[in-house]
């Protein structure tokens, strides 16, 4: 897979894999020419996209020829001529040849200078993998290898499923080990303890690939409420940013791990003790939570990580407080802590798919209508 989000590959990206002869390999596969429309082509392509669905996803690039190793060797373009037609005409044969759809399948174009052009199709990897082609009554499960795609023996196909079936308590696994560290624990420092959020933002693939991408001080991805003078600290698992530690305790009030395995976590005070009671303000989550889920997944795709992705929160902190309404009016007391909200499984994240979450903040504070 090309290292940068899909809408930013440029010309100069393109020209690169032919510059340092990048090689196809299990995320990333050269096509000289527009599949064509005859059955091997309709039957190649298909067991191209679901291969990459059903392993770790990959990029398509079309329009860059290879040599007989397997490595970028010039960049050929293809002609614009019908080109969205045929792009229709693919994405129709994925709408009635694959069994359950792929549900991230994603192109996107770079001009050339002679009015050819290079497509690049990402296909993310599948949560609901495995995917089966079913052109002309076949009925094959395929996977990738190192550079090419091969059928999945009935283990392969058995062991899919399985792992589909226990994604789930995977994902929660991930979270539970941030809302673990809230203490200190393999901590440079611990959160305050006022109510306060847990996120977890992560893409499917940290389930299924190991990775370590390059996290550093100057790409980190910064905890919501952040404001004023920040912190950093490195370590084996990546970056953590946070506030500055009050002087009387130690603690902070916010921080974020931004971890090198491809995903983040953030956790932040949404409340405090305030006129003898624990209040909680509802623009600390309601505003603040989408806002960090789109940060950090602008970050992570400027890595080259796609979705689709993976949300989950906790409230912690938040027993016996009450939300702030109005001026004068208040919540009854939470009760639960802490609170897991859920988790949100979706290719794009947008703030609508999140509505779930936010339904549950108000939930735990015994608010069970339309936002007041």
């Known amino acids: 897979m090309i290292d940068r989000a899909l809408e930013a590959i440029t010309l100069t990206d393109i020209e690169d894999l032919v510059r340092f002869r990048r090689s196809e390999g299990r995320t990333l596969d050269f096509k000289v020419a527009f599949p064509d429309a005859g059955h091997k082509g309709v039957r190649d392509f298909l067991a191209d996209v679901t291969a990459f669905a059903n392993t770790d996803g990959g990029d398509i690039v079309i329009g860059v020829d290879e040599d007989e190793n397997g490595d970028a060797a010039a960049v ?25 759809r792929v549900p991230d399948f994603r192109v996107h174009r770079v001009d050339l200078d002679d009015d050819r052009v290079v497509l690049i199709m990402r296909i993310a990897p599948s949560l609901i993998a495995p995917h089966r082609v079913t052109f002309d009554r076949s009925s094959r499960f395929h996977r990738r290898t190192n550079r090419a795609n091969s059928d999945m023996s009935t283990a392969e196909i058995r062991q899919a499923f399985a792992a589909s079936d226990d994604t789930p308590r995977k994902i929660r696994d991930l979270h539970r080990q941030a809302v673990r560290i809230i203490d200190g624990t393999d901590m440079p420092v611990r959160l305050r303890a006022d109510p306060a959020a847990i996120l977890t933002v992560a893409p499917l693939s940290a389930l299924r690939e190991q990775r370590s991408i390059a996290v550093s001080r100057e790409n980190a991805v910064f905890p919501p409420r952040l404001t004023g003078a920040i912190d950093m600290a490195v370590g084996l698992d990546g970056v953590v940013v946070h506030s500055p530690p ?13 971890r090198r395995l491809g995903y983040v976590d953030h956790a932040w005070a949404i409340g405090r003790e305030h006129d003898g009671q624990v209040l909680v303000w509802r623009d600390n989550f309601v505003k603040m939570m989408p806002g960090a889920v789109r940060s950090t997944i602008a970050r992570l795709r400027a890595h080259g990580i796609e979705g689709p992705w993976i949300t989950m929160v906790t409230l912690v902190g938040v027993k016996g407080a009450r939300l702030v309404l109005s001026e004068h009016e208040y919540s009854p007391p939470a009760w639960q802590d802490p609170a897991y909200l859920g988790e949100i499984i979706d290719d794009r994240l947008e703030e609508e798919s999140l509505k779930p979450l936010i339904d549950g903040f108000w939930r735990v504070f015994g608010v069970d209508w339309d936002e007041p």
């Open 76 to 100: 050929v373009g293809i002609p614009r001529d019908n080109l969205d037609e045929n792009l229709r005409r693919v994405e129709d044969q994925l709408r009635s040849s694959v069994d359950p």
């Open 246 to 258: 009050d002087a009387s305790d130690g603690a902070v009030r916010a921080w974020s791990v931004n």
